[in-house]
């Protein structure tokens, strides 16, 4: 007898490592991915080098994607979505949802990997002008243009002499409501930064942060890199408003280490966006009935020492659907759910209800 | 045919959870333990609460110790080492060593779970006086006073009325070497505020830092709180010495926010001691050839994308013998590292050599 198939649900990082779990251990696997493609945020959004290995996300997701390609075990829905659940694990009827129609999978487990959205900083009363001055971008439209080889000015297309990167935008703010620290976004400013100073070797570029949060290898690996091999400038401050001066953004807030007030000129500005829940996380969370933990992504039970299971029997979350993560967080993860769910099947089918 | 079994090394975290992931899955699991009890660091070192749940580590690590006694799959060695090891996986000879004499162990894959140490602030030319002032203790001295119910003042066994903690003693530091982040201080940090405020509610406690790492929900769960719940000062500035006047020992260094210098009367100084790559880590590392990354740590292969494959197969690494980790990391990786180690015996007994 076969086993009843473990559904996972997102084809980012997390979703795909643990679609290879699950077959490479000898169980079934559903992929269902609302996107025609997989590879989750790195590709959808374009991402022009991982953090912090800067490895191209087509080469690394593409790596991933062929170590689920072309197997028996693993039964992969593309442009699909989950649209109900009936029953309890191991005996579950999700309801998915495509092009041709409805349909019912019997399934036995559920890894729910549907990640997170980047913060809109239109919500922060457009204090940083992101809907009013071309000029404003952030880290996500930086990915774009880097990746493209087209780094620019976007008001000008000419190559800019000054940028800098406004952390925290969108995290650790309870103003907006966002109390958490999305964990990756001081690394991404260092990467990106570096690939700035590549891309615009003349230009001066800063980075505007609260506290530079490049944990573990991080800190040598890229936040003192961007410092000494790049020549990255890192203020700590605390900016209080991007307006316009003639064609020249100013940055206006304060050096928090000078202890002054500080007005820059600059030519590009990056808002280093934060992670929320993404809508399918959100949607999921009801579909499966997974209570959200205080900040609104999904919460997991027996806090540090459990960091997959949800308080629903059977049903897995990981990656960024359950905090802010880091590939590592999300690899680690996916893995560890394949251990847990195809546990929790084995267990079923050995003692049958 | 029973599987060979997967030598597991170290009962800590991230050890009890592969041990009992390799079971849940139907494998076979030997766990070997240089020490008399399991549960690793939280145990050894007398932790007072883990971060940020601030749970019994007795209670916590006793419930992974319970998921694993008692089972047939598994086969747990207390006071033994590892002393050698032979051929390749899927077919090692590991010898192991206990009062009783040398045995070997035919295993079919390895997950080395042999933790870190504490950052030992005698190395740091004593700056900071460690070895020379009673009242200046580290973390884990501190740990141990707030289990026993006992924090005082060392000197005088009173509550003390000022303590302070110095963030980044041994990380961030490339004139000692260790030029990584040891990712979890700044969290034990704000932990061990609330507790010296909850043992001592008339005491000032500052924290003096570089950077405040306390990343995703760490952010509001630890670092808030100890802000707007405990009134813990959090101080940006760097700290160049600890010396004494009379009874009291004085903080030197500047406050770089305010951009002066700074001189403080402190009853008690604890010292932020970072990770290192425990003894055991090294001598794994050696036994099994493993190469070390730049940063003394075991090397993993494949980036961001594989955080517990080491460059020799069918040999894993889990937890913070692989870099500094929180307990989130290492109960993550102890699950994906199971899931790798049983895929490896699974496909070596398809395709038999």
Same mark, same amino acid.
């Given at each position: 007898?076969?086993?009843?198939?473990?559904?996972?649900? !997102?084809?980012?990082?997390?979703?795909?490592?643990?679609?290879?779990?699950?077959?490479?251990?000898?169980?079934?696997?559903?992929?269902?991915?609302?996107?025609?493609?997989?590879?989750? %945020?790195?590709?959808?959004?374009?991402?022009?080098?991982?953090? *912090?290995?800067?490895?191209? *996300?087509? /080469?690394? %997701?593409? $790596? +991933?994607?062929?170590?689920?390609?072309?197997?028996?075990?693993?039964?992969?829905?593309?442009?699909?979505?989950?649209?109900?659940?009936?029953?309890?694990?191991?005996? +579950?009827?999700?309801?998915?949802?495509?092009? !041709? !129609?409805? /349909?019912?999978?019997?399934?036995?487990?559920? &890894?729910?990997?549907?990640?997170?959205?980047?913060?809109?900083?239109?919500?922060?009363?457009?204090?940083?002008?992101?809907?009013?001055?071309?000029?404003?971008?952030?880290?996500?439209?930086?990915?774009?243009?880097?990746?493209?080889d087209e780094f620019a000015r976007p008001s000008t297309g000419e190559?800019?002499?000054?940028?800098?990167?406004?952390? =925290?935008?969108?995290?650790?703010?309870?103003?907006?409501?966002?109390?958490?620290?999305?964990?990756?976004? =001081?690394?991404?400013? =260092?990467?990106?930064?570096?690939?700035?100073?590549?891309?615009?070797?003349?230009?001066?570029?800063?980075?505007?942060?609260?506290?530079?949060?490049?944990?573990?290898?991080? $800190?040598? $690996?890229?936040?003192?890199?961007?410092? $000494?091999?790049?020549?990255?400038?890192? &203020?700590?401050?605390?900016?209080?408003?991007?307006?316009?001066?003639?064609?020249?953004?100013?940055?206006?807030?304060?050096?928090?280490?000078?202890?002054? *007030?500080?007005?820059?000129?600059?030519?590009?500005?990056?808002?280093?966006?934060? +992670?929320?829940?993404?809508?399918?996380?959100?949607?999921?969370?009801?579909?499966?009935?997974?209570?959200?933990?205080?900040? !609104?992504?999904?919460?997991?039970?027996?806090?540090?020492?459990?960091?997959?299971?949800?308080?629903?029997?059977?049903?897995?979350?990981?990656?960024?659907?359950?905090?802010?993560?880091?590939?590592?967080?999300?690899?680690? %993860?996916?893995?560890?759910?394949?251990?847990?769910?195809?546990?929790?099947?084995?267990?079923?089918?050995?003692?049958?209800?």
């Amino acid at each position: 007898m076969s086993s009843k198939p473990i559904l996972v649900i !997102g084809g980012g990082p997390a979703g795909l490592e643990a679609v290879r779990g699950i077959a490479d251990l000898g169980y079934q696997a559903i992929l269902i991915e609302k996107a025609d493609f997989l590879g989750g %945020m790195p590709i959808s959004a374009d991402y022009a080098a991982l953090t *912090p290995d800067m490895r191209s *996300p087509e /080469e690394a %997701m593409g $790596e +991933m994607i062929v170590a689920i390609t072309d197997n028996p075990s693993i039964d992969i829905r593309l442009s699909t979505t989950v649209v109900g659940s009936k029953g309890d694990a191991p005996n +579950m009827e999700v309801t998915v949802k495509n092009a !041709g !129609g409805e /349909e019912i999978l019997e399934v036995g487990s559920v &890894i729910v990997a549907t990640g997170f959205k980047h913060f809109d900083p239109g919500k922060e009363t457009q204090m940083y002008g992101y809907y009013e001055f071309e000029d404003v971008i952030t880290l996500v439209d930086a990915e774009k243009m880097l990746k493209a080889d087209e780094f620019a000015r976007p008001s000008t297309g000419e190559a800019p002499k000054t940028v800098c990167f406004i952390q =925290c935008v969108g995290s650790r703010d309870r103003q907006i409501g966002n109390q958490w620290c999305s964990k990756v976004c =001081c690394g991404i400013a =260092c990467k990106q930064a570096i690939e700035v100073k590549e891309a615009a070797p003349d230009a001066r570029v800063f980075v505007f942060y609260i506290d530079m949060r490049t944990y573990g290898f991080w $800190e040598d $690996e890229i936040y003192w890199k961007a410092q $000494e091999d790049y020549n990255v400038n890192f &203020i700590r401050g605390i900016v209080t408003e991007v307006t316009k001066r003639g064609d020249t953004l100013v940055v206006k807030g304060e050096d928090t280490t000078m202890g002054r *007030p500080m007005e820059v000129a600059m030519d590009v500005v990056i808002l280093s966006v934060g +992670m929320e829940p993404s809508d399918g996380t959100v949607e999921m969370a009801d579909t499966f009935e997974l209570p959200l933990e205080p900040h !609104g992504y999904i919460e997991t039970t027996g806090g540090a020492l459990n960091t997959v299971e949800t308080t629903v029997p059977g049903v897995f979350v990981v990656g960024a659907a359950a905090g802010p993560a880091d590939l590592e967080d999300s690899v680690s %993860m996916g893995g560890s759910a394949v251990m847990k769910a195809c546990s929790f099947i084995r267990k079923s089918e050995l003692q049958p209800a």
